[in-house]
């Protein structure tokens, strides 16, 4: 029916009793996510959400009596690597960072040492995943999908709110829709998340929601003419933007590609891929 | 954030790497001192965040402290790239027998800090790397290991840096490492780093740019930034947490979110209209944000009609409303606007507007249209 995340994904909340932790675990909970636990540390042994939600002090400690398997960041971008690091230390195997703005040297650390621990991320700076119907982890409104086989991965976040409104007007369905963040440096790219899709005897088609910068989409495009035997349907935001103000050589000698809009959809297209001029054409594409 | 050059080589100078004598001046009387002091021939470098300021005019070559006050003089009444040149770098002169390129940035598809060298160093650096990519050497650098000097040596001989540079080379590599982790850079470029004819190794210009999210750890490079490469509306719109640019386009745009900011954008072009402005309003935008937001977008005199594309989740459209209304009544525009609110409370937010005389739009691409005819004067 999905990838990464179901019915029954035990999910821990990092940074549970914040504003936001708060407010998202109660969405969680109401859209039926199986929220386990909470950790804040110094808010051991209290519950949150009218007793429905318990709190312990640390990562180990909540995974020990709850056993849960997948966590979300909430914390501020000063804590959260050391959530992260705490979650992969603690036993968890998908973390999920929602947390915005945190260094990129941070995240090339986190992402050093996670893959070396064999634990996946996804995010920073996401909106989570989303199993219409089942659980959803993160910050995506529940109620603007359906069911169903269309894999929806993306960059961005309200843009893929936009994308899968557009779906549930027409009728269609989602079997998971991932929002790998929009930071340079992420967890989970649109390769490791289109080889779910592809492996995923649940979805037949899928959606990628790309953006301006880096060369992820055409490492996308890359796979996809290599690997995937799946429809795929894209979107890239950008296409309008101006170059930025550019200085120094070294990003233009890493990338190679220049990070354009119109580099993407071209490499996107050479590889089978039908690219949306806008984002709600995708609902037309995804069907032909 | 960009630092200019002589920011970026002070803080070079801190962790080791050799930089030329010199001094900043604001002032034609001040670059003549500082020649002075020097003694001998000067580099007169105009200090302003765009490349190419060699090409343009802006670093010329004094014989004497006169010269170097009349070429500062010259200097300082440039616009490069539309910036304007505050201050120049009067450096002291090198002979140099060779250039070199040293440099360290974020690889973002490996998630590592790449050292990249080349001893073709210079200004045409990228068509070296794109024409003679044999020529351009890197080493992936293990964030949890820091460079090793292994490493540098590696690149001293696939740059084929001869053998008695190779000890300075390692400390200056070193040091560029250490530079670039110890202020959360996202780039660290000495180009060129050069061989003079005295057998030393100089660092002769330097760029560098800070990752905005670590300047919480770095107060006193916070205080380093210039904000004269940034319109004042973008200035106004950091103040309160939005992402502003402006563009040349006759459409404002308040959208949350930046994809959907630049997918708005997009799809007004795709109906042959021209954004004004990228704005993200950001996740969770109350009514006081939306209301500077709004202000900042008409303050833009070319703005003929405001597109809203306000997509709920954690931003709720009654807040946006909200500020929509109290700009309203502080801004009193007269151009046309065009809204759009989907998601969490949207109902209540369209509600709210019923009176306010806005156009509304159900999809993304039937408010782009309206804008589009909104900003030629359809409805006026």
């Given amino acids: 029916m999905s990838i990464l995340i179901d019915k029954n994904t035990k999910v821990l909340v990092q940074g549970v009793t914040g504003h936001e932790g708060l407010f998202h675990t109660e969405q969680m909970l109401a859209y039926g996510t199986n929220v386990v636990a909470g950790v804040r540390p110094g808010k051991g042994g209290e519950w949150v959400l009218n007793g429905k939600v318990p709190v312990f002090d640390t990562v180990k400690m909540a995974v020990e009596a709850t056993g849960a398997n997948?966590?979300?960041?909430?914390?501020?971008?000063?804590?959260?690597?050391?959530?992260i690091y705490e979650e992969a230390e603690g036993g968890l195997s998908l973390i999920i960072a929602i947390t915005e703005m945190i260094p990129v040297q941070d995240m090339m650390c986190v992402c050093r040492y996670l893959d070396e621990k064999g634990v996946r991320l996804i995010g920073p700076n996401c909106p989570g995943a989303l199993t219409p119907g089942e659980s959803k982890v993160g910050i995506i409104p529940g109620n603007i999908a359906l069911p169903g086989n269309i894999g929806v991965v993306s960059r961005s976040g309200t843009l893929t709110y936009e994308v899968l409104y557009a779906l549930k007007q027409a009728g269609k369905g989602v079997s998971t829709c991932v929002g790998i963040g929009g930071d340079p440096v992420v967890g989970s790219t649109f390769v490791?998340?289109?080889?779910?899709?592809?492996?995923?005897?649940?979805?037949?088609?899928?959606?990628?929601?790309?953006?301006?910068?880096?060369?992820?989409?055409?490492?996308?495009?890359?796979?996809?003419?290599?690997?995937?035997?799946?429809?795929?349907?894209a979107f890239i935001a950008g296409q309008t933007a101006p170059p930025g103000k550019r200085m120094g050589h070294a990003g233009a000698i890493v990338e190679g590609g220049s990070g354009l809009a119109a580099d993407k959809v071209k490499a996107l297209e050479a590889a089978g891929v039908r690219v949306a001029r806008h984002p709600e054409e995708i609902v037309a594409l995804i069907d032909d | 954030m960009k630092l200019h050059e002589?920011?970026?080589?002070?803080?070079?100078?801190?962790?080791?790497?050799?930089?030329?004598?010199?001094?900043?001046a604001a002032t034609a009387d001040e670059a003549k001192q500082i020649a002075e002091e020097l003694g001998g021939r000067t580099v007169i470098k105009a200090q302003v965040l765009v490349g190419g300021r060699g090409k343009a005019g802006g670093i010329r070559l004094a014989k004497n402290p006169k010269e170097a006050e009349d070429l500062?003089?010259?200097?300082?009444?440039?616009?490069?790239?539309?910036?304007?040149?505050?201050?120049?770098?009067?450096?002291?002169?090198?002979?140099?027998s060779k250039e070199i390129y040293l440099g360290?940035?974020?690889?973002?598809?490996?998630?590592?800090?790449?050292m990249i060298a080349s001893a073709a160093g210079g200004v045409d650096i990228e068509e070296v790397a794109r024409t003679s990519p044999e020529m351009i050497a890197r080493i992936y650098i293990d964030p949890l290991l820091g460079l090793r000097d292994f490493q540098a040596r590696d690149i001293a001989a696939s740059i084929d840096l001869p053998h008695e540079y190779w000890r300075t080379f390692a400390e200056i590599a070193r040091g560029l490492w250490q530079t670039f982790v110890e202020t959360d850079a996202t780039l660290a470029e000495i180009n060129p780093l050069v061989?003079?004819?005295?057998?030393?190794?100089?660092?002769?210009d330097g760029k560098m740019t800070l990752d905005d999210n670590a300047l919480y750890r770095h107060p006193d490079l916070a205080d380093m930034r210039d904000i004269d490469i940034e319109a004042p509306a973008e200035v106004e719109a950091r103040k309160y947490g939005l992402s502003y640019i402006s563009l040349e386009g006759e459409i404002g745009c308040m959208v949350n979110g930046a994809g959907l900011a630049?997918?708005?954008?997009?799809?007004i072009k795709l109906n042959g209209g021209e954004p004004a402005n990228f704005l993200d309003i950001g996740g969770g935008a109350g009514a006081e944000k939306v209301a500077a937001a709004l202000r900042i977008i008409l303050s833009d005199p070319k703005v003929k009609a405001v597109l809203f594309n306000i997509f709920g989740g954690i931003t709720r459209c009654d807040e946006v409303a909200r500020g929509i209304l109290a700009a309203l009544a502080d801004v009193k525009p007269k151009i046309p606007m065009v809204v759009r609110l989907v998601g969490t409370n949207a109902e209540e937010?369209?509600?709210?507007?019923?009176?306010?005389?806005?156009?509304t739009a159900q999809t993304l691409l039937d408010a782009a249209e309206k804008a589009v005819k909104a900003a030629r004067g359809v409805y006026a």
């Fill in chain 2, 195 to 204: 061989i003079t004819n005295d057998n030393r190794l100089l660092a002769l």
């Fill in chain 1, 70 to 83: 997948t966590g979300v960041i909430f914390v501020p971008a000063r804590a959260a690597p050391d959530a």
């Fill in chain 2, 262 to 267: 630049m997918a708005t954008m997009d799809v």
């Fill in chain 2, 349 to 359: 937010g369209m509600r709210l507007l019923s009176d306010a005389h806005m156009i």
């Fill in chain 2, 104 to 114: 360290i940035t974020n690889d973002r598809a490996y998630k590592r800090p790449v």
């Fill in chain 1, 192 to 233: 490791d998340i289109l080889e779910l899709f592809e492996a995923d005897p649940h979805t037949d088609r899928v959606v990628l929601i790309g953006e301006i910068g880096g060369t992820d989409e055409e490492r996308a495009a890359e796979f996809i003419s290599s690997k995937m035997t799946k429809p795929v349907v």
């Fill in chain 2, 6 to 24: 002589y920011q970026s080589k002070q803080i070079f100078a801190k962790y080791g790497i050799p930089i030329p004598k010199g001094r900043v």
């Fill in chain 2, 72 to 96: 500062a003089t010259q200097i300082l009444a440039m616009e490069i790239k539309g910036l304007p040149v505050r201050k120049v770098l009067v450096d002291e002169a090198a002979n140099i």
